[in-house]
């Protein structure tokens, strides 16, 4: 009748041969509650509404199984079962930081409350005053309240999966739990905080970032200096306000009532009345320091790759880097992850607690899925998500293996050299540019850029320091840093002089090895040059590079184009509307109308991130990296990998 199986997805219950699942069990637990209400059976208290809770969780955690198509029996989670990401690894009590959190900080005001008001009850009446004096009850109070504090501290870095708030937190509600015991026989708070304690053990694998051994050995050396600092502020600030007739103890006793939040042996007015108040958000400052120094997540590097790490991944581009935005990931500023055995690797940076990569992982295709379960892992350990700016369509379904979610961008406009022609009444406005830079005496000249010597780089440099104006250069995914940039590796250069043969203008390109096609890196050019210069510059490099055996050329990226402009419903035009008020700002429209002119093929690039609500905390990191928003500066430690 009843059979219970394990299960490796986990156990399994049949009654009568047929299986219950959750949504079952809470659908019967809401038709008990309903009928016993209908029969005045069941009282409206908090076990029924604690009741309900529990059915209408069960059901909304389980609804895939109300659903064939959606059931998926190696998803069950605590929380809601979602689809197991084959790149992850599966922890079955991910949702456990959170429940946790706030078991944690319930327990600990709770905790804080009960340490804070004094026993009345009759256990401490007449059972506690026969084993403990009121002095010993008093100690144990006085214990009681900083951790419940230290515990509702923790509570944060519990949200946060840290490793060491989890051990932090288990001692903690250990010790609560005694505490409760013995000082005032607190029978209910001391069986939430052991309750809490064992159900944070039991999920402890869901606690998987970890903590850098140095920042952990420098911990130990700083949180003594640092409760010894507030110690002495605290005490000689009390000592100083004190009645001059006040023994050294009585101040000890005013110093540490005063951090506890209690009344002490000292009365303070007038102008230092306050001084209570002040020791204890002294005290409190102290606390969440220390807390800082102790749970601060393993870090992630943050010195730029050397020069082995450069060669392999300059040899990996060459190989395998198909993609146009492949030669991208030879930036200066982008940091490496390769496989395990340094056959693949991705580019990426860390920008608002966002592991970011850059494009698409280059490497052969059998060892991108591994790549990617490490850098998840990496990521993981060190308290960052993962989001990917720049990921060609191919490659999605590989980020979604992952778990994560893609938002589509915009799109990449790649012209097709030889079907790009001038003839034409479409193209004509780019054909009339071309023909009035001809006349005002400019002529386009295509050069390799490792052959330009020192002058005619420095020429272009300062083309660029013009065309900026002081602004700061921008790109990530789909830029060069620099024209010194890996100048070796092929890229070219299209000059376009003026009819004195000054450099007034030039378009920057990159090799896309693997395929005869070139990624346009930058364009810039002299602010008060002819109207039509990057039409004139784009239709002469299409031209030479269409001689040269290149067959497609990957312009500019135009974010949003599809919503903007073919919008599939009527939520994409309303995002579109939405889009289109950033056009002043980002030039949205006007990127867009340029790269239309050359009537290139539009291929979609998306914005792959982690979670439901991952994607405000992605698009931030995605904003600075591109250099779109200005980013809060600060000084940054460089340290090496570890």
Known sequence: ????????????????????????????????????????????????????????????????????????????????????????????????????????????????????????????????????????????????????????????????????????????????GVLNLVKGLDFEEALWSFAAAALLWWGRAAFHVRHDPVSLRSAVLRVPAILAVAAVLIVSSVALAAPADASFGQILRAAGDAVIWQPGPIAFHDDVGRLPLAVSLLALGALLTVAYLVFRPLAAPRSLPDAEARRVARGLVRRYGTDTLAFFKLRHDKQYLFEETGSAFLAYRIENGVL??????????????????????????????????????????????????ALYIGDEAVVETGRFSLEGRAIRKVRQSVARLEKCGYAAELAELSQLDERTLCELEAVTERWLAGACERGFAMSMDSLRTEREAGGVVLLGRDGDGRIRGFLHLVPSYGRPAMSLSSMRRDRETPNGLMEFLVVRAIEALRERGVEEISLNFAAFARIMHGPRGPFERLVGRLVALGNPFFQIESLYRFNAKFFPRWEPRYLLYEGALGLPRAGLAVMWAEGQLPKPRRRVTVEGER
Do not use: C
């Open 356 to 405: 970011l990569v850059s494009g698409d992982p280059v490497g052969p295709p059998t060892a991108l899925p591994g790549l990617v379960t490490k850098a998840v892992a990496y990521a993981e350990r060190r308290g960052l998500k993962v989001a990917a700016s720049g990921v060609s369509e191919a490659l999605v379904p590989l980020w979604r293996q992952a778990g994560m979610h």
């Open 1 to 176: 009748m009843l059979r219970l199986e394990r299960h490796p997805f986990g156990p399994r219950v049949y009654v009568l041969r047929r299986r219950i699942h959750e949504y079952h069990l809470g659908l019967a637990v809401l038709l008990a509650l309903a009928v016993g209400s209908f029969f005045d059976a069941v009282d409206l208290g908090l076990a029924t509404a604690l009741a309900a809770v529990v059915g209408v969780w069960l059901v909304a955690k389980d609804w895939r199984d109300l659903v064939p198509s959606k059931r998926d029996s190696a998803s069950w989670q605590m929380g809601l079962h979602r689809r197991v990401a084959p790149l992850r690894v599966l922890r079955r009590t991910e949702s456990l930081p959170t429940l946790a959190a706030l078991a944690a900080l319930v327990a600990g005001i709770v905790n804080l409350v009960s340490a804070a008001t004094p026993n009345s009850g009759w256990r401490h009446r007449f059972l506690l005053r026969n084993v403990e004096s009121l002095d010993e009850i008093r100690v144990f109070h006085a214990l009681a309240l900083p951790a419940a504090a230290a515990l509702i501290v923790t509570a944060f870095y519990l949200y946060r999966r840290r490793r060491g708030a989890l051990n932090v937190a288990v001692a903690l509600l250990l010790a609560l």
